[in-house]
């Protein structure tokens, strides 16, 4: 079966629209109803012909082709070169797994990816973790007083005079100047 004209300008507009069943409807390859489901099933039939197929193919390579270096020139491509033919490539992949290996090769050569070593404060997270109990300070002064009165548990009273001493303290420091290492 050759294919005829009409057949291959049915075809040349398939290959930029994508749509199978406009494409057969084209052909007039057949009288039915297109949203039957047996004109379906006979325009995927037509497609899966060998003959369609290399058609579509070679069609393809001509139309998406675009200047092909020649072997000297191919050594010397620079980055821009290389991301142009991906992007070029990634518009004409029409299977989903390869488009997105190539999107990935894409970002690699763009630097999407964070380098090792370099610092983004934006990127970081911190944490502040709480003093454990032995570390803090108001914790370990409780401690001493408790030494020092004799007392195993602080009475409500007793408990705000502590506070009180803290407070005195903590507000003596902040009037402190600090020493400032140069």
């Not at 012909?49 to 620079?78: C, K, L």
Request: glycine share 4%.
């Amino acid at each position: 079966m050759n294919l005829s004209e009409k057949e291959k300008f049915a075809l040349d507009a398939y290959i930029v629209n994508n749509n199978k069943l406009l494409c057969y409807k084209m052909t007039g390859n057949s009288q039915q109803n297109p949203e039957t489901e047996s004109f379906r099933q006979v325009a995927w039939r037509w497609f899966r012909n060998p003959q369609v197929v290399a058609y579509i193919q070679g069609r393809r390579e001509q139309v998406f082709s675009h200047h092909t270096a020649s072997e000297g020139e191919m050594d010397n491509r620079n980055r821009d070169d290389v991301i142009k033919e991906l992007n070029t490539l990634i518009d004409r992949e029409t299977d989903s797994k390869r488009k997105g290996d190539l999107l990935m090769k894409l970002s690699d050569l763009l630097n999407f990816k964070r380098e090792q070593g370099e610092d983004n404060p934006d990127s970081h997270v911190n944490y502040y973790l709480p003093l454990r109990c032995s570390e803090c300070p108001l914790f370990q002064s409780y401690n001493q007083y408790r030494e020092n009165t004799h007392q195993q548990d602080l009475l409500a009273d007793d408990w705000q005079a502590y506070l009180g001493r803290v407070d005195k303290l903590y507000h003596k420091a902040e009037k402190e100047p600090q020493n400032e290492k140069e």
